[in-house]
């Protein structure tokens, strides 16, 4: 079990799926924007759905009509729903009535912390926690302690689960300083059907492998 919540994001293959659920994640992601390079037909979610348990299934939503959205979780039976930042306050509080959501921010290059900070109070409550990405833009965790001081502070204010360019030898370092409520990781196209390599996967996770009687829930 781990020490923390994880995130796998945009699985696209059964091999993932199984990975990632033998590893005990946390939520299971699925890209159902059919203008992504990582989408996945909601007949194939199903489909793969069929061999997890016991993880948490997120429909993730770069752009979509909430009713849409809340159609399509119906029909997945999705656990929770992922959002782009630009869902605004009036859609997030249609959906979290109806279910779970995680609003993401890809965090650019020359964001404003303090707008972020404060673009995250305003939908604290709307969200069961944000998904704050750095890595799409290269942001990484040595490199940048600026925002390692702003991190300190916003997760102990907010969920956050983390996506951020490190190695994995960087991990406890980052769980010293950080109170987070999770981190993302990514797994990536078959090398053939069925077949992969997982080693920097497995390097990261097994940092994260806590006795079951310490392991989140």
């Not at 059964?14 to 590893?23: G, H, K």
């Not at 921010?105 to 404060?118: F, G, I, S």
């Not at 030898?169 to 993302?184: S, W």
Request: proline share 6%; aromatic share 8%.
């Amino acid at each position: 079990m781990l020490k923390i919540k994880v995130k796998a994001n945009s699985i696209t293959n059964l091999t993932d799926a199984r990975y990632f659920a033998a590893r005990e994640v946390t939520w299971m992601g699925f890209c159902l924007d059919p203008a992504s390079e990582d989408y996945i037909a909601p007949q194939k979610v199903s489909a793969i759905c069929e061999w997890l348990d016991s993880v948490k299934i997120v429909g993730e939503f770069p752009l979509a009509d909430p009713l849409e959205i809340l159609e399509t979780a119906e029909q997945l039976n999705l656990n929770a729903v992922q959002v782009h930042r630009f869902t605004d306050l009036d859609d997030l509080n249609e959906l979290q009535r109806r279910i779970p959501v995680i609003q993401e921010m890809v965090v650019a290059t020359d964001e404003d912390p303090a707008a972020l900070a404060d673009w995250m109070a305003n939908r604290a409550s709307l969200v069961e926690a944000f998904l704050l990405d750095f890595g799409k833009n290269r942001i990484s965790w040595p490199d940048n302690p600026g925002w390692q001081e702003w991190l300190k502070t916003t997760c102990k204010k907010h969920p956050v689960v983390l996506n951020m360019d490190f190695q994995p030898d960087e991990l406890p370092e980052i769980l010293n300083a950080l109170p987070l409520y999770g981190l993302a990781v990514q797994g990536g196209e078959e090398e053939k059907t069925g077949i992969k390599s997982f080693d920097e996967l497995d390097s990261l996770l097994e940092l994260l492998e806590l006795s079951e009687e310490h392991a989140v829930e």
